[in-house]
């Protein structure tokens, strides 16, 4: 079989349910919808008498319910229960080829693989191959690693970017599937708006020749004297330092009782199981995450952040014309505020080339640490914005796209970018648990 240990990552051993039902056995993200418990309450009942990944998991809406620790043992003692019990089939050593239909009609590609863990990192400017995209916010990952730590299965929201800008990854690997004719090893509709998900095993030596080929390219290109790095965390970045945590942790351990090279290298907490994506997958839409500033005056904020990033102020007519001016380029600001009872609207026209919100936060961070009385928030949709503005003392930020060509190049330059940079598409498009692997023994 193929040898992926150049490239930081190995064939998994899948577990899937022997009778899979999507639309039960499949849930969002643990880390979406953390302020709509309504959500999750429809979820449990979709999800009554059902073998489902969310009883193996701990939604991010309940974390600082009072039952906290009698969640984490539930979860673990299911897990258990599922091995034990017959609810999976025999665990097959693939990978699985993904394509994910969501239900803005948006189809997005993917490859499910298991990362080698002394591969990524994610404190900034690591040579790593793997590397964090946003700023890890370090007391998140504690709690995280009381689920992960001694869990005999993980369940993979985690999903990586490829900077394949040619699609001769993940695309082409679909088209060599698919032109077979081959049964997917799942299908079907996935619940709350999620829309539908099909899988295909990734297993034989042509395929893997296949993956192997492509990926030999892509590190050729991307860690060459002018390139970057090879793959960078997406989605789920705080959950990859847990379980780099978690296997730091336990290879400390293994390391003083005497285990060679070989047994860390075939300890399953050293990987964890997560889904690679193209970048420039057509499926895969990047949104700004925008900014609103409550309590602080307007006026000087604005001229603050035009002295720190350059550029030029200008009024513009309204809603509409400022969201239009703040779309059409990677380098426009657009704010949004009450003046004297009316709502005003200025865009900020910069010559920044790189991630706009790169630039951004620094600046407004130095801002806020003058205003005692100002706070930020961060928040998807201009719509929503524009309703907040209306509605309290605030000032609105609108920030531009995302671009996708300078997305690895920043990253390399800069390191990791602000919190709250970016969305890989809406809440109902992140990556739903399906595919299992077993952790640590039992």
């Given at each position: 079989m193929k040898n992926f240990e150049k490239f930081g990552i190995a064939v998994p051993e899948i577990l899937l349910p022997k009778n899979i039902e999507t639309e039960t056995w499949a849930v969002v993200a643990c880390d979406q919808y953390t302020q709509d418990r309504e959500y999750w309450t429809q979820v449990e009942k979709n999800c009554a008498g059902k073998n489902s990944t969310l009883n193996l998991i701990f939604p991010e809406v309940y974390l600082n319910d009072a039952d906290k620790g009698e969640r984490i043992a539930k979860i673990k003692s299911t897990m258990n229960e599922y091995l034990q019990q017959g609810v999976f089939g025999d665990a097959q050593k693939q990978m699985v080829y993904v394509e994910r239909t969501t239900s803005y009609g948006r189809t997005r590609r993917g490859l499910v693989v298991a990362l080698d863990l002394d591969c990524y990192e994610w404190k900034p400017f690591s040579d790593?191959?793997?590397?964090?995209?946003?700023?890890?916010?370090?007391?998140?990952?504690?709690?995280?690693?009381?689920?992960?730590?001694?869990?005999?299965?993980?369940?993979?929201?985690?999903?990586?970017?490829?900077?394949?800008?040619?699609?001769?990854?993940?695309?082409?690997?679909?088209?060599?599937?698919?032109?077979?004719?081959?049964?997917?090893?799942?299908?079907?509709?996935?619940?709350?708006?999620?829309?539908?998900?099909?899988?295909?095993?990734?297993?034989?030596?042509?395929?893997?020749?296949?993956?192997?080929?492509?990926?030999?390219?892509?590190?050729?290109?991307?860690?060459?004297?002018?390139?970057?790095?090879?793959?960078?965390?997406?989605?789920?970045?705080?959950?990859?330092?847990?379980?780099?945590?978690?296997?730091?942790?336990?290879?400390?351990?293994?390391?003083?009782?005497?285990?060679?090279?070989?047994?860390?290298?075939?300890?399953?907490?050293?990987?964890?199981?997560?889904?690679?994506?193209?970048?420039?997958?057509?499926?895969?839409?990047?949104?700004?995450?925008?900014?609103?500033?409550?309590?602080?005056?307007?006026?000087?904020?604005?001229?603050?952040?035009?002295?720190?990033?350059?550029?030029?102020?200008?009024?513009?007519?309204?809603?509409?014309?400022?969201?239009?001016c703040v779309k059409n380029s990677t380098a426009n600001f657009g704010f949004s505020f009450i003046k004297n009872g009316e709502q005003k609207f200025v865009v900020l026209e910069t010559q920044i080339k790189d991630l706009a919100v790169s630039h951004l936060q620094p600046a407004l961070d130095e801002f806020l640490k003058t205003q005692k009385a100002a706070s930020i928030d961060y928040i998807h949709g201009a719509q929503e914005i524009f309703a907040l503005v209306e509605k309290k003392s605030a000032v609105g930020i609108l920030l531009p796209p995302i671009a996708k060509e300078s997305f690895f190049n920043t990253i390399c330059e800069r390191g990791p970018l602000p919190r709250k940079s970016f969305s890989m598409g809406e809440a109902s498009e992140k990556r739903f648990y399906l595919e299992c692997r077993k952790l640590f023994s039992v």
């Open positions: 790593a191959l793997v590397r964090a995209t946003e700023a890890t916010i370090l007391e998140r990952i504690p709690p995280r690693m009381e689920i992960r730590r001694n869990a005999p299965l993980e369940i993979p929201h985690i999903m990586l970017l490829a900077n394949d800008v040619h699609h001769t990854l993940i695309e082409r690997l679909g088209e060599k599937i698919k032109s077979r004719s081959e049964p997917p090893i799942y299908s079907g509709n996935l619940m709350q708006e999620g829309g539908s998900i099909k899988g295909w095993a990734v297993r034989s030596e042509s395929d893997l020749e296949f993956v192997g080929d492509a990926l030999e390219n892509l590190y050729a290109e991307c860690t060459g004297e002018n390139g970057t790095f090879l793959f960078a965390v997406g989605d789920g970045n705080h959950s990859l330092a847990t379980a780099k945590s978690v296997w730091e942790e336990h290879k400390k351990n293994l390391l003083q009782n005497g285990a060679t090279d070989e047994q860390l290298a075939q300890s399953p907490a050293r990987y964890a199981l997560l889904e690679i994506v193209n970048l420039y997958d057509e499926g895969l839409t990047f949104e700004p995450i925008h900014r609103v500033v409550f309590d602080n005056n307007a006026d000087s904020m604005i001229d603050f952040l035009q002295k720190k990033l350059g550029g030029e102020k200008k009024d513009v007519a309204n809603a509409a014309a400022l969201e239009q």
